[in-house]
C-alpha cells in the first residue's frame, strides 16, 4: 500500500475517534442529565484508551519512519500531515495508556462535579477532583519535559509555546495594563441604564441567531444551544456547534458570547472540506482560533459600525426599549471598561488581566507550589493585584471558568496570544481593505469573511503557528506592546 494513503486512513481513524470524544463532551455540557456523569466518565476512558492503542501501533509507527525515509513528500499537505502524526505518536507514546484513560475519566467526572459546585457556590465539593485532575495532569506532562511539564501543556495548545517566551510578550502586559484599565476608568462616566435592564430571554435567543446568521454562520453545519459555560465544538466531516448562556439582565452578555463562539465557528467552517479527517482539518493552533473568536468580538462586535447595523435590529426586538439610546450612548456601554470579575463578560481591555492571573496560579499549580485548597484565596489576592477587585464568592471567583475542571490546563494564555494576534491582523485589514468599515455598517460581513479565509482559514493546520504568523507579519514574534498600542489608541479615540 502506498505509505501517505495509509498514514491519511489511519489519521481518518484517530479523527473519527476525536470526532466522537467531542460529540460526547457536546452532549455532557449541553443535553446530558446530571445522572449520566460516571457513564460517560467510563465511556471516556474507552475512547481514550482505543485512541491510545491506535496511535501508538506498530503499523503506524512503521508508516512515519518510511514517510520520513522519503525526502520530498508529495506535496505540502502530506508534509504536514507526516508532521502532524509525528507530534501526536511521539507524545502519546511517552504517556501510558492508563493514564490517558484516567485522565479522561477524571475530566468527565470533574467537569459534572464542576456543575453542580458553581450552582451551590461550594469550591469544596469539587476541590478533590480538582486536586486529581492537578496530580494526573502534572504526571502527563511530565511524560513529555520532565524538566519543563508546564511547557508541555502550553505545546498542546499552542505548538513550541514556553512559559518563558509567555512572559516575554505578556511583560507589557503585566507593566502596563492596571494603570491602562485606571487610565480610562478615571475618565468614564456612569454606566449606562439599559445595561441592566430585563430583556426577555427568548428574544434575546431570537437575536442572536440574527446576528451570527448576518455573520455567515452556516446553518446547514452548525447549531446553536445553550450551555452553562458558552463554547464551540467541532465533531469533524463539516459539523461545528456554538453555545451560548443567556441571563436576562445583561443583553450583552449573551450577544457577545455569540458573536465570540461564532468567531471559531468560522474559522472551522472556512477549513478546506479536503482537509477533513485529517489534523490539518484544524486551526493552526488555538491561539489562532482564540485570534478569530476575540477579533469578531472586539474589533468588529464592539465596533461602531456594527451597532450602525445592528442596533436598529435589536430595537426591533425588544419594541420601545432601546429607542431613546442613541448610538454614541450605546457605545459606551459596549465599550465601558471595569475591573470586572468574570472573564466572559470582561472588556477587551481588562481581559488579559484575568488571563494573567490564571497563567500565573495554574503554573503554580503544576509546579507544585499552590495547593488546590489554597486556591480560592490565591485566586482573591491575584484578582486584587490584576483587577484591584477580589470576588466576595468561589462562584464569581475560582468556580467561574470550566477549563480546569476538565483538564486544561495551560489553555488560557491562547486567548491573550489571540488577542495580540487579533490586534495585529485588524491593523493590517483596515490598510489592506479599504472600504471594510463601511461593509460592516451596511451589514455585509463577506469582505471580512473573505480576508479571514484567503489569510488564515484556508490553510488549516499546514503551517506551524511560528510559519503561519510569519506569513501574517513577516515575523513569528508576537509582542503585548502591539496590543496596548491598540487599545489605547482606540480608546483614545473615543474621549
Not at 194 to 199: G, I, Q, T
Not at 208 to 229: F, I, K, N, Q, T
Not at 345 to 350: F, L, N, P, Q
Not at 413 to 432: C, F, H, Q, S, V
Amino acid at each position: 500500500m502506498n505509505v501517505w494513503n495509509d498514514l491519511l486512513e489511519l489519521a481518518a481513524e484517530l479523527s473519527d475517534l476525536s470526532g466522537i470524544a467531542e460529540l460526547m463532551d457536546w452532549d455532557q455540557q449541553v443535553v446530558m442529565p446530571r445522572g449520566g456523569a460516571a457513564a460517560r466518565a467510563a465511556q471516556a476512558a474507552t475512547l481514550a484508551r482505543i485512541r491510545h492503542d491506535k496511535l501508538t501501533s506498530k503499523r503506524l509507527g512503521v508508516r512515519l519512519a518510511a514517510a520520513e525515509r522519503i525526502r520530498k513528500p508529495a506535496g505540502r499537505l502530506n508534509a504536514a500531515l507526516l508532521r502532524h502524526l509525528r507530534r501526536e505518536y511521539d507524545r502519546a507514546v511517552r504517556m501510558p495508556a492508563a493514564l490517558s484513560a484516567e485522565l479522561a475519566s477524571a475530566a468527565a467526572l470533574t467537569q459534572s462535579a464542576w456543575e453542580t459546585a458553581r450552582s451551590r457556590n461550594d469550591f469544596s465539593a469539587v476541590a478533590p477532583g480538582l486536586s486529581r485532575l492537578v496530580e494526573l495532569s502534572r504526571t502527563a506532562a511530565a511524560c513529555q519535559s520532565p524538566a519543563a511539564p508546564y511547557d508541555a501543556l502550553l505545546d498542546q495548545y499552542e505548538e513550541g509555546a514556553t512559559a518563558a517566551d509567555l512572559d516575554r510578550m505578556f511583560a507589557p502586559l503585566r507593566a502596563g495594563g492596571s494603570a491602562l484599565i485606571a487610565e480610562i476608568m478615571a475618565g468614564q462616566g456612569e454606566a449606562p441604564s439599559y445595561l441592566d435592564w430585563s430583556y426577555a430571554p427568548e428574544l434575546q435567543w431570537r437575536f442572536c441567531r440574527e446576528v451570527v446568521s448576518v455573520m455567515g454562520y452556516d446553518w446547514r453545519h452548525g447549531r446553536l444551544d445553550a450551555a452553562e459555560h458558552p463554547f464551540t465544538t467541532g465533531m469533524g466531516g463539516g459539523d461545528v456547534r456554538i453555545t451560548t448562556h443567556i441571563y436576562r439582565n445583561r443583553v450583552l452578555s449573551g450577544v457577545f458570547s455569540c458573536i465570540h463562539e461564532c468567531g471559531h465557528a468560522l474559522y472551522d467552517q472556512g477549513i478546506p472540506p479536503r482537509f477533513r479527517r485529517t489534523p490539518v482539518g484544524d486551526g493552526a493552533s488555538l491561539g489562532f482560533h482564540e485570534s478569530q473568536s476575540r477579533l469578531w468580538e472586539n474589533q468588529v462586535g464592539r465596533s461602531p459600525e456594527f451597532w450602525q447595523y445592528f442596533l436598529p435590529r435589536l430595537r426591533r426586538v425588544f419594541p420601545g426599549r432601546l429607542d431613546r439610546v442613541r448610538l454614541e450612548e450605546f457605545m459606551a456601554g459596549v465599550n465601558r471598561v471595569e475591573s470586572s470579575l468574570i472573564r466572559t463578560e470582561a472588556d477587551e481591555v481588562s481581559y488579559n488581566q484575568h488571563i494573567l492571573l490564571r497563567f500565573d496560579l495554574e503554573r503554580e499549580l503544576i509546579a507544585g507550589r499552590l495547593q488546590v485548597s489554597d486556591l480560592p484565596g490565591a485566586w482573591r489576592a491575584k484578582s486584587l493585584e490584576y483587577l484591584g477587585t477580589a470576588p466576595e464568592n468561589d462562584r464569581d471567583g475560582v468556580l467561574q471558568d470550566v477549563h480546569w475542571y476538565c483538564g486544561l490546563f495551560g489553555y488560557f494564555p491562547t486567548y491573550t496570544i489571540g488577542n495580540m494576534i487579533a490586534a495585529g491582523l485588524w491593523r493590517t485589514l483596515e490598510k489592506d481593505v479599504p472600504d471594510l468599515k463601511n461593509a460592516i455598517a451596511a451589514g455585509d460581513f463577506r469582505p471580512l469573511r473573505t480576508e479571514l479565509r484567503r489569510r488564515i482559514h484556508r490553510f488549516g493546520a499546514l503551517y506551524t503557528p511560528a510559519e503561519l504568523r510569519t506569513r501574517l507579519f513577516g515575523t513569528p514574534e508576537l509582542d503585548g506592546r502591539l496590543l496596548l498600542d491598540y487599545l489605547r489608541c482606540k480608546y483614545s479615540a473615543a474621549r
